[in-house]
């Protein structure tokens, strides 16, 4: 019954594809030790966000300038104290994030701020959709091109400066991988809840293998399993959100 909705083939396919580009991105994540990393971006966001919607603006533009100034003011701030990495991410994207609560008192009358938080899978519009479809297109084709590379200066920066590798170029270029996949991914589970699809998988793939290339295989089928299997359940639980579902599910897999 449910694929006999237009509305609901199109949540599944939105959310299949934010959860691959988000699961590929999340064995970088995993591999680096990013996680904390994932989660700043994802919650760095919701300023970008807020501001978007106050503009009129596209609401993934906010998004990837708000990342961007999220991972400059990780590096400024590591850069310019005695601070750690984890202590420098903690600062800038809790404020980041308390920064986009307060902004939400500026949204016009009318905007739902929870589908920002939590997503608005069921209701995206189809320019929104084919966004989301061009982002994890051009991640992807990104990935493919320069996996090996992202693996070796994931695994060992320093083993990748010593054979030549830009480790610093290559660096930034993971981090706006992930800002993009973010991106996507707040299309389907918004801003609270896309963390999850950038560790999850990643993180469930590096308990049941040691081999990379597996591992993203693992991850891919565990993201997308459970985006398509959530997004179609939710249909028939009453009052539940799709992200959260789809989250939900996700986490059930890491636990089996």
Known sequence: EPLSY?????????????????????????????ALMGDALAHSVLPGVVVAFILGLPFALGAVVAAAIAVVGI????????????????????AMFALGLLLKSKLPAGVDF??????????????????CFAIAAAV?????????????????PAHA????????????????????ATVAGLQAVGAALVVAMLITPGATACLLTDRFGRM?????????????????????????????????????VFVE
């Open 75 to 94: 590096g400024a701030v590591r850069a310019g104290t005695r601070l750690k990495e984890d202590a420098s991410i903690g600062v800038v994207f809790t």
């Open 114 to 131: 929870q589908s920002i938080l939590l997503g608005n899978l069921l209701g995206i519009s189809g320019g929104d959709a084919l966004q």
């Open 140 to 156: 992807l084709l990104v990935v493919a091109l320069t996996w090996r590379d992202l693996v070796a200066v994931s695994f060992d």
């Open 216 to 252: 993203v295989w693992i991850a891919a089928a565990v993201g997308v399993g459970s985006a398509v299997v959530g997004a179609y359940a939710s249909y028939f639980v009453r009052g539940a959100t799709t992200g959260g579902c789809i989250i939900t599910l996700q986490a059930a």
């Open 6 to 34: 237009q509305f609901m083939v199109k949540a599944i396919a939105v959310g299949a594809a934010a959860a691959l580009v988000c699961s590929v991105l999340s064995c970088y994540l995993a591999l680096r030790g990013w």
């Open 161 to 180: 400066r010593a054979i030549g590798l830009p480790v610093g170029m290559l660096t930034g270029l993971l981090l706006g991988l992930t800002a993009a």
